[in-house]
């Protein structure tokens, strides 16, 4: 008898073969244990014990089963059924109607927006979760119903309570609709006093146009979002027309990578290595009169293979290429380009081109919102941090100062 007891508990212990069915096995005897428990709580005493002369509640075998989705794999339960009680038995473990863990239904949007298509869902996930996990395309469907409520939500809510010193703005374009054109989805994103970057919206728009820059602005305004102190965009003119009518007291700096793209087109191939290294000095001198040295060269330079539109191109708008150097050394990295906004579109293009063209421009705008929250959680804070709130309050002191 000890020799059939040893070969038991061998036969139940776990080997690497078996490993994922025996992990499964376990879940589920610990999910049926936990209904058991409820219904014995309820009733007032243990499955084999008899009931007392008074009555009562009493248990009433199970419901039929149910599948449940964990990250494990999809597991099968069966609900105690409970008589004679004054209320229903709700239970707190499976809830009514659920048919997955909370972190299953997390994961489904997180893989759909980073390129996993909706017909593929099936394949990928029941090997994931198994043959038996209640998902389908239509899983990915109704989830983005969802997104588009929760962006209405979103889009509402109060900004009164945010400090924003730094703010980038800039547009990405998607297949939607029956427009033969790109449609536009503009986005800002906000350094707050805190050192956190945030989303602070995300809205379709015509283009980049004055009108559509315009109407975002002023939403965030309305919502009681106090000026930036500092705005960074590319050179589409529609944004800075629109933040000097909206919030005239910000500064304005230009995306250094734009602007060399452009000066570089102007430059024939075989003199670009050249002058990316002229330009490189420029972009990144420690000092405004270090700049305008390293501009001076470039210029000497241009003069001499007869590129003297480069050099033009570069000197134009100047004043909004170097606002960055009125701002402390430490967030001087941050400021000179549209990078933060940028590494967050080059993830969000992984889900577009999946998508190949979204059906309306607002399902395309609820799945870059969810997308872009989904990359804020892992936005890298600004160096120099304790030096924001010194920003913010010395920045709208003075332009108080200048409008009184």
């Known amino acids: 008898m000890s020799q059939a007891n040893n070969e038991k508990g061998l036969r139940s212990s776990p080997v690497w073969e078996g490993l994922q069915e025996w992990i499964q096995e376990q879940v589920q005897r610990l999910f049926q244990e936990a209904l058991e428990q409820e219904a014995a709580e309820m ?25 449940l989705t964990t990250t494990v794999g999809t597991v099968e339960l069966r609900r105690p059924r409970v008589r004679g009680a004054r209320t229903r038995l709700e239970s707190r473990v499976l809830p009514w109607f ?16 980073h390129g996993l298509s909706e017909g593929d869902f099936d394949l990928a996930l029941r090997g994931l979760l198994g043959e038996k996990a209640p998902l389908s395309a239509t899983s990915v469907a109704r989830l983005k119903e969802r997104w588009q409520g929760e962006f209405e939500g979103w889009r509402q809510r109060s900004l009164d309570e945010l400090q924003v ?87 304005e700096q230009r995306c250094w990578n734009h602007r060399l793209v452009n000066v570089l087109d102007k430059i024939p191939l075989k003199h670009q290595a050249a002058a990316k290294q002229l330009l490189t000095e420029i972009m990144y001198a420690p000092s405004p009169e270090a700049c305008a040295s390293a501009k001076m060269r470039f210029r000497r330079w241009c003069a001499e293979h007869d590129l003297v539109p480069a050099a033009d191109l570069l000197d134009r708008d100047w004043d909004r290429m170097i606002a960055y150097y009125r701002y402390p050394a430490e967030h001087w990295k941050h400021l000179r380009t549209t990078n933060p906004i940028e590494s967050a579109f080059a993830t969000l293009r992984l889900r577009t081109d999946a998508a190949k063209r979204f059906k309306k421009v607002a399902n395309a705008t609820a799945a870059i919102w969810k997308l872009l929250l989904i990359a804020e959680k892992s936005f890298r804070p600004v160096d120099g941090k304790a030096r924001l709130l010194d920003v913010w309050t010395r920045h709208h002191q003075t332009r108080e100062r200048h409008a009184a």
């Open 43 to 67: 009733v007032g005493r243990l499955k084999s014990q008899r009931r007392g002369p008074s009555g009562g509640a009493y248990r009433n075998g199970h419901g039929r089963p149910r599948r």
């Open 98 to 113: 659920v048919r997955r863990l909370p972190v299953v239904d997390q994961m489904i949007p997180e893989l759909y927006l």
């Open 165 to 251: 010193v730094y703010m980038w703005v800039d547009g990405v374009y998607v297949k939607a609709g029956l427009e033969k054109d790109k449609a536009a989805i503009l986005v800002a994103i906000g350094v707050l006093v805190d050192g956190r970057k945030v989303v602070l919206a995300v809205q379709p728009g015509h283009r980049e146009s004055t009108a559509s820059w315009g109407e975002l602005l002023r939403d965030l305004k309305a919502r009681g979002l106090a000026s930036p102190c500092l705005v960074i965009g590319d050179g589409h003119l529609g944004i800075w027309a629109a933040l000097r009518e909206v919030y005239p007291q910000a500064d």
